[in-house]
């Protein structure tokens, strides 16, 4: 099943919640960037947490059809970029969120 944008975005959402993020912001960035078309930025309270918010991110992509997304930072796990080509999402603990605000 081929999702659209919006309901890759609810699904990745979803996922992330269902793993207890917080404080998740969404940002439409197509405007300034070919990159993709949104970011999604939320806080996870232990860098466990962070690759268990994006191991199950990875888990409904995958059983959506959408393979495997790219991951940047799991080992350390304070900082998790999954970068799905439409939507870029960033899991942060709350002391390198607030770092880099």
């Not at 993020?21 to 970011?39: G, N, Q, R």
């Not at 999604?40 to 995958?62: F, G, H, P, T, Y």
Request: net charge neutral.
């Amino acid at each position: 099943m081929k999702l659209n944008t919006k309901k890759l975005l609810t699904l990745i959402k979803q996922a992330a919640e269902e793993k207890k993020a917080y404080d998740i912001k969404v940002l439409e960035v197509s405007a300034v960037t070919v990159l993709t078309d949104y970011f999604m930025v939320c806080s996870s309270d232990s860098n466990v947490q962070s690759r268990a918010i994006a191991d199950n991110i990875s888990v409904k992509l995958e059983e959506n059809g959408r393979g495997a997304a790219l991951r940047e930072g799991y080992q350390k796990g304070d900082w998790v970029v999954i970068d799905t080509g439409r939507i870029i999402v960033h899991i942060f603990t709350p002391e390198v969120r607030e770092y880099y605000n």
